[in-house]
Nanobody, 121 residues
């Protein structure tokens, strides 16, 4: 079965760093774009970062640009989000997402359960 298992969330002080991981199984990981979304209390879900299936291209939300890096290891079926210089407004539940963009899998969408990131002193 399809599974996305996230880890690495937790409590961190402002200015600190976290590395989120998402381990995927049950589908052709290397043929899917991978994304990180987040949702803060009372706000809509927003896209934080995206990476193409081969890892050749990445994009970031303006609020996180320069402070985070998305990467993937297709041999390990894992995607990462390194976050630095964290701010209290980064507090949210972070979700791992796999999205098909090729004609063979276009429209397929898989989600992890989410991991809580809390930035507070």
């Amino acid at each position: 079965q399809v599974q996305l298992v996230e880890s690495g969330g937790g409590l961190v002080q402002p200015g600190g760093s976290l590395r989120l991981s998402c381990a995927a199984s049950g589908f052709a990981f290397s043929r899917y774009a991978m994304n990180w979304y987040r949702q803060a209390p009372g706000k809509e879900r927003e896209l934080v970062a995206t990476i193409t299936s081969t890892g050749g291209s990445t994009n970031y939300a303006d609020s996180m640009k320069g402070r985070c890096t998305i990467s993937r290891d297709n041999a390990k079926n894992t995607v990462y989000l390194q976050m630095n210089t964290l701010k209290p407004e980064d507090t949210a539940v972070y979700y791992c997402n796999a999205r098909g963009t090729h004609y063979t899998n276009y429209g397929r969408d898989y989600w992890g359960q989410g991991t809580q990131v809390t930035v507070s002193s």
